[in-house]
């Protein structure tokens, strides 16, 4: 699963042709928390207003912001490790929606989505979902037996 996933991201990325009037491409890589408190902090639902920190806290981070140097983010990818963590959906696509905003205005936006586990909320990974396909295409890429076909199914 991780390894292919992996092999997909590269071989897509290197084969988008990137430049000021072409690709841009941003990569996030998620997981999410490996505790309730974090969970709730990084959702919000939590009695400290301390924003989190979204690696540490949630297992969200920015593997590359939005550039057009495909083959580097094709290079970044080859070197992700795998998380082995919760699956924090949610927040990852918010995430996503957040970056869109340094994506190209004249372009339609697509996001990309492998996953290999149920998100930690079904309900606000739909939420999520529907906000932002009112930005972006999303393609779901369910992978192995974790997968949440269901989630996908229902978007």
């Not at 590359?64 to 959906?89: C, G, R, Y």
Request: with cysteine; net charge negative.
């Amino acid at each position: 699963g991780w390894a292919n996933s992996k092999i997909l991201v590269e071989n897509l990325v290197s084969n988008l042709e990137g430049s000021d009037n072409h690709v841009k491409v941003a990569l996030q890589l998620f997981s999410g928390p490996t505790t309730w408190d974090n969970y709730y902090k990084c959702t919000g639902a939590g009695a400290d207003a301390v924003a989190p920190d979204m690696e540490k806290d949630c297992g969200i981070s920015w593997v590359k912001h939005f550039t057009n140097d495909t083959m580097q983010v094709s290079k970044l990818a080859a070197d992700l490790k795998w998380p082995e963590a919760t699956t924090l959906t949610s927040v990852a696509l918010a995430e996503a929606s957040a970056e869109l905003i340094n994506g190209r205005e004249d372009a339609a936006s697509i996001v990309l989505v492998i996953t290999d586990g149920k998100p930690m909320s079904a309900s606000r990974s739909k939420e999520a979902a529907h906000a932002l396909m009112a930005k972006a295409r999303i393609i779901w890429v369910p992978v192995g037996s974790g997968a949440p076909l269901e989630l996908v199914e229902d978007l």
